[in-house]
């Protein structure tokens, strides 16, 4: 079945640093990928998204880039804040059939220190 | 902004009880969704809802799972003879529309503790 597989946390870095958040997938068909961030004592919220091989997804300064020959979405941002301190969860659908829910990586747990 | 409320926000029971997870979501959504996460584990697609019947569920979600939209405004998860390994968070989500244009909105979760 499909799964999806992102690194373990917590990521701890120092404001202004660069960021990297490895995601791969297992997907039978043509997936949509995502990343989501959940603050705490709030809901998972879409953070951006990527529908297709090659296609860029960006916002708020994230990126990921859906990359079909190494089945990989990494999450990265060039310079992260202290208000990035969340957690961020890759997942994919996969496209036809009506497929309603998502599937999910653990998480990781980003710690952002001043 | 309208966002997908959940109550309560942590459920404590004793093993073998019911319990009934309660979610609004957002006015104008039509299709809603249960998920769960076990601490330290993925976050788990449960079941979804439309049209006042479930459209897809996993194979997690048996019978000792139900779903609810009692009036409406309201989505609930009844879970029956609750086990210890029931006890997850447990998110619900709304969307306008399946597919994957529509994003679904999440709500922050009830932590269910099963005893």
């Known amino acids: 079945g499909d799964s999806v597989t992102q690194m373990e946390g917590p990521v701890t870095l120092s404001e202004e640093a660069f960021l990297t958040i490895n995601c791969t997938y297992t997907a039978t068909g043509y997936p949509s990928l995502f990343w989501y961030v959940q603050y705490p004592g709030e809901g998972l919220q879409l953070l951006l998204k990527a529908t297709k091989a090659d296609d860029k997804g960006s916002n708020k300064g994230f990126e990921a880039t859906y990359r079909k020959e190494t089945t990989s979405f990494h999450l990265e941002k060039g310079s992260v804040q202290v208000s990035d301190s969340a957690v961020y969860f890759c997942?994919?659908?996969?496209?036809?059939?009506?497929?309603?829910?998502?599937?999910f990586g653990k998480g990781t747990h980003l710690i952002i220190q001043p | 902004e309208p966002e997908v409320t959940q109550t309560p926000s942590h459920q404590v029971t004793q093993m073998g009880q019911e319990v009934i997870l309660r979610c609004v979501p957002i006015s104008n959504h039509l299709y809603f969704y249960w998920y769960r996460q076990i601490l330290g584990q993925k976050v788990e697609f449960l079941v979804s809802?439309?049209?006042?019947?479930?459209?897809?569920k996993s194979e997690i979600f048996d019978d000792q799972f139900s779903v609810e939209r009692p009036d409406g405004s309201n989505f609930t998860l009844k879970i029956r003879s609750t086990k210890l390994e029931d006890s997850a968070m447990y998110f619900c989500a709304s969307s306008t529309n399946r597919g994957n244009e529509s994003e679904q909105f999440f709500g922050p979760g009830t932590r269910l503790t099963v005893l």
């Open positions: 809802f439309y049209n006042n019947e479930i459209s897809e």
């Open positions: 997942a994919l659908r996969t496209s036809g059939g009506g497929a309603d829910g998502l599937t």
